[in-house]
């Protein structure tokens, strides 16, 4: 049964900080990666997409990867922003979507 | 292009009621997909329709039902609702991008509260 977890659970930076959010995954069969943004009360926005035949992409300040052999992913934010406080969901692509546990980002000025 | 509109935002309703919830899905997507959020559970997929059809289902019991009509909007509906069915209902829908990945749009979710 596939299980993603990610940590850490929660994370307060300060602004202008580099921060890495990580997700694990046990089953590596999986079509895709993706991560996602969700502000509260509110629903998802994707934020990348990798393909189980890539390693990374690549958005804006936003920089994922991918290691299905060790069943790791990680989302590289760099300079932080008070607008990214957000939770911070990663879902493996079987045929459905499996998700994470979450981050919860806090971004302080 | 409109997003996915899931509709009521809000509701509240008292145990042993049911509920119906739904999802009108962004236009030309053929796939709607529901899930569960809950503090407790984080989010659980409930199940996905294609062209009408089931294509797959989570691990919820049978209080939890859904259909998909010919414009590709959907709804799900929860009978005989519990204290512990109050989440947020995420809505996607969803095509397959060239590369084969499923793509997927969230609605903003119908949050429901059982007392």
């Known amino acids: 049964k596939q299980e993603v977890t990610q940590i850490p659970a929660a994370l307060s930076v300060p602004e202008g900080e580099n921060l890495v959010l990580n997700c694990s995954f046990t089953?590596?069969?999986?079509?895709?990666l993706q991560w996602f943004r969700q502000d509260p009360g509110k629903g998802l926005t994707s934020l990348l997409l990798i393909q189980s035949s890539q390693r990374e992409q690549t958005s804006g300040r936003l920089n994922a990867s991918l290691d299905k052999s060790s069943g790791r992913s990680t989302l590289y934010i760099a300079a932080s922003q008070p607008g990214d406080s957000a939770t911070y969901l990663c879902?493996?692509?079987?045929?459905?979507?499996?998700f994470g546990t979450g981050t919860r980002l806090q971004v302080f000025p | 292009k409109a997003g996915v509109t899931q509709t009521p935002r809000y509701l509240i309703k008292t145990r042993g009621q049911q509920v119906t919830l739904s999802c009108s899905p962004i236009?030309?997507?053929?796939?709607v997909s529901w899930y569960q959020q809950t503090p407790g559970q984080g989010l659980q997929f409930l199940f996905e329709?294609?062209?009408?059809?089931?294509?797959n289902k989570g691990n919820f019991p049978g209080r939890f039902s859904g259909r998909q009509f010919s414009n590709s909007r959907s709804e799900m509906n929860v009978s005989t609702l519990e204290l512990g069915d109050s989440a947020l209902y995420l809505c996607?829908?969803?095509?397959?991008?060239?590369?084969?990945?499923?793509?997927?749009?969230f609605g903003a979710g119908s949050r429901l509260t059982v007392l």
């Open positions: 879902a493996v692509d079987t045929d459905k979507l499996i």
């Open positions: 329709y294609f062209s009408e059809t089931q294509r």
């Open positions: 996607a829908s969803s095509f397959r991008g060239p590369t084969g990945a499923n793509v997927l749009t």
């Open positions: 089953d590596s069969a999986i079509y895709n």
């Open positions: 236009s030309g997507h053929r796939s």
